[in-house]
């Protein structure tokens, strides 16, 4: 029989070498399936140059998470789109405050929020998953950590954008909108060559929003969600209705319970819809995008207009309108 000192002592043993242990359920890491076709999926219309930059990692058998960061660096860098990053329609006192989160096959993931004066909000966020024992970090301390990275101080408000914000301060009307007309966030999700899912997300948020709100987009199960061994997901739309139903995180689950990608993306919508009791219009949106470990995706929104970029070897840019609860 095992005396007690003994049993002390092989306890201890196996806590130390914890992390050396590469058997099943010690440390496990998600190293994704050899061979799998790669595809990224992006919202809106500015996801197709997006996926054209990510599909340059993918296609040279690249990581999925170099793939999404440099994918979503595109609209962040582009001044016509003028809901994410440089560029982005300022909240209701001016200020242009960005969101962003990542997140790779093993559940790292790294997110900034209420971010000013930075122009790539999501490689910060890659930063404090890769560089910080966080995940979230806001405000002036977002910024001072982008800072001390490399990053440079720049105003994000252009000429255009200011225009913009004070045509409509003329009235201070607001009501979130989210369609075809007036986009959002861009949330992206690929696959890789290894079978490694990744995904990253990042927004200028609502135009006109109350100084230092923050939306569902840094929030890792809102905005977005990756489980290496399962599929991720991907919202767009009104903010504070993903958040209330941690929906990323919700269509994930689904799926691993066998849902497919269009299934779960449904059932999340559906959640959202009960919640508001159908008192729904036509300015009302929040839409999912979801991919499996087996490259199948699906899409699903509350209203008509929501649409998707996707790029693989059989389909390149393709602009996609999902399919619609209303």
Same mark, same amino acid.
């Given at each position: 029989?095992?005396?007690?000192?003994?049993?002390?002592?092989?306890?201890?043993?196996?806590?130390?070498?914890?992390?050396?242990?590469?058997?099943?359920?010690?440390?496990?890491?998600?190293?994704?399936?050899?061979?799998?076709?790669?595809?990224?999926?992006?919202?809106?219309?500015?996801?197709?140059?997006?996926?054209?930059?990510?599909?340059?990692?993918?296609?040279?058998?690249?990581?999925?998470?170099?793939?999404?960061?440099?994918?979503?660096?595109?609209?962040?860098?582009?001044?016509?789109?003028?809901?994410?990053?440089?560029?982005?329609?300022?909240?209701?006192?001016?200020?242009?405050?960005?969101?962003?989160?990542?997140?790779?096959?093993?559940?790292?993931?790294?997110?900034?929020?209420?971010?000013?004066?930075?122009?790539?909000?999501?490689?910060?966020?890659?930063?404090?998953?890769?560089?910080?024992?966080?995940?979230?970090?806001?405000?002036?301390?977002?910024?001072?950590?982008?800072?001390?990275?490399?990053?440079?101080?720049?105003?994000?408000?252009?000429?255009?954008?200011?225009?913009?914000?004070?045509?409509?301060?003329?009235?201070?009307?607001?009501?979130?909108?989210?369609?075809?007309?007036?986009?959002?966030?861009?949330?992206?999700?690929?696959?890789?060559?290894?079978?490694?899912?990744?995904?990253?997300?990042?927004?200028?948020?609502?135009?006109? @929003?109350?100084?230092?709100?923050?939306? /569902?987009?840094?929030?890792?199960?809102?905005? +977005?969600?990756? #489980? &290496? *061994?399962? !599929? $991720?997901?991907?919202?767009?739309?009104?903010?504070?209705?993903?958040?209330?139903?941690?929906?990323?995180?919700?269509?994930?689950?689904?799926?691993?319970?066998?849902?497919?990608?269009?299934?779960?993306?449904?059932?999340?919508?559906?959640?959202?819809?009960?919640? @508001?009791?159908?008192?729904?219009?036509? /300015?009302?949106?929040?839409?999912?995008?979801? +991919?499996?470990? #087996? &490259? *199948?995706? !699906? $899409?699903?929104?509350?209203?008509?207009?929501?649409?998707?970029?996707?790029?693989?070897?059989?389909?390149?840019?393709?602009?996609?309108?999902?399919?619609?609860?209303?």
């Amino acid at each position: 029989m095992q005396s007690r000192r003994q049993f002390i002592k092989i306890s201890a043993l196996t806590g130390a070498l914890l992390p050396f242990l590469k058997v099943k359920g010690f440390g496990k890491s998600v190293s994704g399936r050899k061979g799998a076709k790669p595809i990224v999926l992006s919202t809106w219309h500015f996801g197709v140059p997006a996926n054209e930059e990510a599909w340059k990692v993918l296609n040279s058998g690249g990581w999925a998470l170099d793939a999404v960061e440099a994918g979503v660096r595109i609209p962040e860098g582009d001044p016509k789109v003028m809901s994410v990053g440089y560029g982005g329609l300022p909240d209701r006192d001016g200020h242009v405050t960005l969101d962003a989160c990542i997140m790779d096959e093993n559940l790292n993931c790294g997110s900034v929020a209420f971010l000013e004066n930075i122009m790539h909000p999501i490689s910060v966020a890659r930063l404090v998953m890769e560089k910080t024992p966080h995940i979230m970090i806001v405000g002036e301390g977002a910024y001072q950590f982008a800072i001390q990275q490399g990053f440079k101080k720049e105003n994000l408000l252009t000429p255009e954008a200011e225009k913009v914000w004070k045509e409509w301060m003329k009235n201070s009307g607001y009501k979130p909108k989210i369609d075809d007309a007036n986009h959002d966030t861009i949330g992206m999700i690929a696959l890789d060559s290894g079978g490694r899912l990744c995904g990253a997300c990042t927004t200028s948020g609502l135009s006109w @929003k109350i100084h230092g709100r923050v939306g /569902d987009s840094p929030i890792i199960g809102a905005g +977005l969600y990756v #489980d &290496g *061994e399962v !599929g $991720a997901a991907t919202s767009t739309g009104i903010g504070e209705e993903v958040i209330r139903i941690s929906g990323t995180h919700l269509v994930v689950e689904l799926m691993r319970q066998g849902r497919t990608p269009q299934e779960a993306c449904e059932e999340a919508v559906n959640r959202v819809v009960k919640n @508001k009791r159908n008192k729904i219009d036509s /300015d009302f949106q929040v839409g999912f995008l979801a +991919l499996n470990k #087996d &490259g *199948e995706y !699906g $899409a699903y929104a509350v209203n008509k207009g929501f649409q998707y970029a996707v790029y693989s070897k059989e389909e390149n840019n393709i602009l996609k309108d999902s399919k619609s609860h209303i």
